[in-house]
């Protein structure tokens, strides 16, 4: 299980870390932590040599209820970063988290190899077509409204079966557009309760049935410090055991605010497996 990332094959089948860099103001664990050019490099430095083989970058906080931007002030903040960490890591593989199909091309054309986008193509009709256009690795999420809507809009009738329905339709939407290096991410926290996130977390092997690389994105999540009655920033403990549980059931990538931890549970679950 591989995806060409800018002509270097990465193997899914041992999973892998995706070091988070938030550059907004109101992410809800490091918004605005990340302000100037020291601290950016040093952040990607740190979680490169813990072991990161992705770096996500995202200029559009889609915390529940964030503000929306406009795709000038997403540009504003994104497009100089990329420059900035390609001229320091020129081999690293960036990852951005837009929606936007003008900021994904732009982002491509500016050395980025991977598009994470939370809607799936549905917050910009453009966009499953442009990543087709720009032959690169895809990640779609499960989600459904938007950041401003979406905690009104948890209602399913079976939500594994809504997720399960929903990615055989944007999986095959985007192999019509010649996409071929696709990976799942069930949207653990977007349109979905604390109950909801377990319950998908508890049967997150069935998405294996579509036969994609499935990423997860646990790290200190409300699903974490909301159970546990404690801040973002104490909930670093339960982040490592939900990730080891989402390996167990077949998570191919991590993405994480904490590296060396997600890359412990990695070794030690592989150990476990063996």
Same mark, same amino acid.
């Given at each position: 299980?591989?995806?060409? =990332?800018?002509?270097?094959?990465?193997?899914?089948?041992?999973?892998?870390?995706?070091?988070?860099?938030?550059?907004?103001?109101?992410?809800?664990?490091?918004?605005?932590?990340?302000?100037?050019?020291?601290?950016?490099?040093? %952040?990607?430095?740190?979680?490169? %040599?813990?072991?990161?083989?992705?770096?996500?970058?995202?200029?559009? $906080?889609?915390?529940?209820?964030?503000?929306?931007?406009?795709?000038?002030?997403?540009?504003?903040?994104?497009?100089?970063?990329?420059?900035?960490?390609?001229?320091?890591?020129?081999?690293?593989?960036?990852?951005?988290?837009?929606? +936007?199909?003008?900021?994904?091309? %732009? =982002?491509?054309?500016?050395?980025?190899?991977?598009?994470?986008?939370?809607?799936?193509?549905?917050?910009?009709?453009?966009?499953?077509? !442009?990543?087709?256009?720009?032959?690169?690795?895809?990640?779609?999420?499960?989600?459904?409204?938007?950041?401003?809507?979406?905690?009104?809009?948890?209602?399913? $009738?079976?939500?594994?079966?809504?997720?399960?329905?929903?990615?055989?339709?944007?999986?095959?939407?985007?192999?019509?557009?010649?996409?071929?290096?696709?990976?799942?991410?069930?949207?653990?926290?977007?349109?979905?309760?604390?109950?909801?996130?377990?319950?998908?977390?508890? +049967?997150?092997?069935?998405?294996?049935?579509?036969?994609?690389?499935?990423?997860?994105?646990? $790290?200190?999540?409300?699903?974490?410090?909301?159970?546990?009655?404690?801040?973002?920033?104490?909930?670093?403990?339960? !982040?490592?055991?939900?990730? !080891?549980?989402?390996?167990?059931?077949?998570?191919?990538?991590?993405?994480?605010?904490?590296?060396?931890?997600?890359?412990?549970?990695?070794?030690?679950?592989?150990?476990?497996?063996?």
């Amino acid at each position: 299980m591989t995806i060409n =990332c800018k002509g270097s094959l990465i193997d899914l089948s041992s999973p892998k870390v995706m070091g988070i860099l938030n550059l907004t103001p109101d992410s809800f664990y490091d918004g605005g932590k990340y302000k100037d050019e020291l601290q950016i490099v040093y %952040q990607v430095e740190k979680m490169l %040599q813990e072991g990161a083989t992705f770096i996500d970058l995202g200029g559009y $906080s889609s915390r529940p209820g964030a503000d929306h931007i406009s795709s000038n002030e997403e540009e504003k903040r994104i497009l100089p970063v990329i420059t900035l960490i390609l001229s320091k890591f020129p081999d690293v593989v960036l990852s951005i988290d837009t929606f +936007r199909s003008k900021i994904a091309k %732009q =982002c491509i054309d500016a050395g980025a190899a991977i598009i994470n986008d939370i809607s799936a193509g549905n917050l910009d009709h453009n966009m499953i077509k !442009t990543v087709g256009q720009l032959n690169v690795p895809y990640i779609m999420m499960h989600m459904k409204g938007t950041p401003q809507t979406m905690k009104s809009l948890n209602q399913y $009738s079976d939500l594994i079966k809504d997720i399960q329905f929903y990615f055989s339709q944007k999986v095959a939407e985007a192999r019509r557009e010649g996409i071929n290096d696709i990976i799942i991410d069930p949207g653990f926290g977007f349109t979905k309760n604390i109950e909801q996130n377990f319950e998908l977390l508890k +049967r997150l092997e069935l998405l294996q049935l579509h036969g994609l690389p499935i990423l997860t994105g646990i $790290s200190r999540k409300s699903m974490i410090y909301k159970s546990l009655n404690i801040d973002p920033s104490e909930s670093l403990n339960g !982040t490592t055991s939900l990730n !080891t549980i989402a390996l167990l059931k077949g998570a191919s990538i991590l993405r994480v605010h904490d590296v060396k931890e997600a890359m412990e549970c990695i070794t030690l679950v592989g150990r476990y497996q063996e």
